[in-house]
């Protein structure tokens, strides 16, 4: 059994949690149109941030690993 270290993946996904975790505590007041547009803005930031460290945690993850093309053929 082989013992594989994550240090990597689980800094990103350190890094989304934080993101979330701050995205969800800055709430904007619903009654300045100026507060909500920013939170808008910053929550598509935080949402795209996000997209490109997932892309990141799967490439990492699944770069040292072959994929597996064959096909299973029943004996007859």
Do not use: C, G
């Not at 996904?13 to 505590?25: K, N, W």
């Not at 619903?30 to 910053?42: G, P, T, V």
């Amino acid at each position: 059994m082989s013992t594989q270290k994550f240090t990597k993946e689980i800094n990103l996904l350190d890094q989304i949690y934080e993101d979330m975790i701050e995205a969800t505590h800055n709430e904007p007041d619903m009654n300045d149109i100026e507060s909500m547009r920013l939170f808008i803005e910053n929550s598509f930031r935080i949402f795209n941030r996000t997209i490109f460290r997932v892309v990141e945690v799967k490439n990492s993850l699944t770069e040292n690993q072959k994929l597996d093309s064959s096909t299973w053929n029943p004996p007859a």
